[in-house]
């Protein structure tokens, strides 16, 4: 092969590479021509926000939309669990066995933090099982070209925009590596997926070796968890509920959040402890939650619950998952 049939062989080799790279490596047809720019008013946007471009840079290296993270936001099912099968898919007898290793494993530790930030361990331990099965599933997508993602998509851009910005903030600080930092998604982070937002309001740098490492630092996220509890109002003298009766005729539009009573109310109309005894007396406010699928379900289990069960609601809103947390929590309880 003479030296211009090399020549136009390596010139038709690098036009079917380019034309690869580019189909792997870029958006396509009207995403990809909406992209360039974004980026580019993105970027303009961070280094505006003080987030260097060294950080802006290696965080969207190679960066194009994920399709699976669009395929998940839009086809989030509705909830089609009973809340019976919910309670065995995330707090099996496996789950609680595995619970109370890891807070004997870390018990000196979480006493320590559970009485500085005025939690009780055991719930500590529920949140983390939880969420993250005691740190054993992270998530697999890295976190800001998740967020990313999702804010360029657009249906919910401004929320997911400002968690992309903090995001970077969080790698700008050198709390961990853009390679490390792996999450759920939708951007939630480490051992109790904490989203970019919750780990500025909350996160704790609880060993004062400067970074606040929910990831891989169990001190940093039990403290971090922790604190999150604290600030948003949980009472260290409390429970979170309990499963009761309820009498027979009972007026079921007194099931809402809007009726709070004293337990003393509730005793004396009737409501008692699932196993048919009196209710604690104490003047503790507490409304009547009833955990059952609407969809499937015509009635469910029905929970007397406490200023914790809410202040798990500012966690996750779910009615299942704050159950569920108290539930778990009820079955650490005995753990030495």
Avoid: C
């Amino acid at each position: 092969m003479n030296l211009t049939h090399v020549k136009k062989h390596l010139f038709f080799l690098l036009i079917v590479l380019g034309i690869y790279g580019l189909n792997f490596n870029s958006a396509s047809g009207k995403e990809g021509s909406a992209l360039e720019p974004w980026l580019k008013t993105l970027r303009t946007e961070a280094l505006g926000k003080n987030i260097s471009k060294i950080t802006f840079d290696k965080a969207f290296a190679g960066f194009v939309p994920i399709k699976r993270i669009i395929e998940l936001d839009r086809k989030q099912p509705e909830f089609s669990m009973t809340f019976n099968k919910y309670l065995n898919h995330v707090i099996p007898k496996s789950r609680i066995k595995r619970g109370k290793i890891k807070y004997r494993e870390n018990k000196n530790l979480l006493d320590e933090i559970g009485a500085k930030y005025g939690v009780q361990p055991r719930f500590i331990v529920a949140f983390w099982g939880i969420e993250s099965s005691f740190g054993r599933h992270f998530g697999g997508f890295p976190v800001v070209h998740s967020l990313a993602t999702l804010a360029f998509d657009g249906r919910r851009s401004k929320f997911f925009r400002g968690e992309l910005f903090r995001a970077l903030r969080i790698l700008n600080e050198g709390h961990i590596s853009h390679d490390k930092m792996l999450g759920s998604w939708a951007g939630a982070m480490g051992n109790f997926q904490f989203m970019p937002s919750s780990f500025e309001n909350f996160a704790v740098d609880y060993d004062g070796d400067g970074k606040r490492d929910i990831w891989n630092n169990k001190a940093d996220a039990f403290a971090s968890a922790a604190n999150y509890l604290m600030k948003s109002g949980w009472k260290s003298d409390q429970i979170w509920g309990r499963e009761v009766t309820l009498p027979k005729g009972f007026d079921k539009k007194l099931l809402t959040k809007k009726n709070k009573r004293k337990i003393s109310e509730w005793q004396s109309i009737g409501v008692r402890k699932v196993n048919g005894k009196n209710l604690p007396v104490n003047n503790l406010r507490a409304y009547l939650v009833e955990a059952y699928n609407k969809r499937s379900e015509k009635y469910g289990k029905i929970y007397l619950v406490y200023n914790n069960y809410e202040v798990t609601l500012k966690w996750n809103r779910s009615t299942f998952f704050a159950l569920a947390v108290g539930l778990l929590a009820d079955r650490l309880k005995l753990v030495k």
